[in-house]
């Protein structure tokens, strides 16, 4: 438990672009994913998926987005738009299937979808990889959404951008304690 304290302690993101090759094999990804799916998640209602973008398949979903960016008159640099998710070698779309629920309330579900997002990053370290949870404007654009698989209803809770670090990132300043913490006391 010593291992997981010092990392939980110590984990930073890499940035996707600083992600290289090799990229999970698929045995290795089918077991991040497993890892990923454990989570709180009242109800067992699993109100999450993934959509996994390898391969040439990222450069298809980067000129979908280029595509989509160009249309919508924005003034977005369409070669980095192409280059959205090529920037690791595998991204994994974390998408939340949340729903009104006679009994889960629907943010809760939400939430699960965040916490399965934060694990695959986690399993990718575990792994010896490493990952950057991003959104960026693509995870709020219902054309892009619809592209790549997502329904209406759904909403991608992060992309997962998940390869081999080329070196090992500084840390950041992190929240003083006194600054984020309070304390409940009854009136």
């Known amino acids: 438990m010593r291992e997981l304290r010092d990392y939980l302690a110590t984990r930073r993101t890499t940035a996707a672009s600083f992600l290289d090759s090799p990229s999970p094999e698929q045995a290795t990804l089918d077991r991040m994913l497993s890892i990923a799916t454990r989570v709180p998640d009242h109800g067992k209602l699993a109100p999450w998926r993934f959509i996994v973008i390898e391969g040439a398949a990222r450069e298809a979903a980067g000129e979908i987005v280029a595509r989509i960016a160009a249309a919508s008159g924005t003034q977005r640099d369409l070669a980095e738009e192409r280059g959205r998710f090529t920037r690791a070698p595998l991204v994994v779309a974390v998408v939340s299937t949340a729903a009104p629920h006679v009994k889960i309330p629907e943010w809760e579900q939400v939430l699960s979808a965040g916490a399965v997002c934060l694990n695959l990053v986690h399993a990718a370290h ?10 960026e404007w693509i995870a709020y654009d219902r054309e892009v ?37 309070t304390r409940f006391e009854p009136g």
């Open 145 to 181: 959404l619809r592209a790549l698989g997502v329904a209406d209803g759904e909403n991608v809770a992060g992309f997962i951008h998940i390869g081999t670090p080329q070196f090992v990132p500084a840390d950041r300043d992190r929240p003083a304690l006194e600054a984020v913490v």
């Open 126 to 135: 575990a792994f010896g990889y490493s990952a950057q949870w991003l959104s």
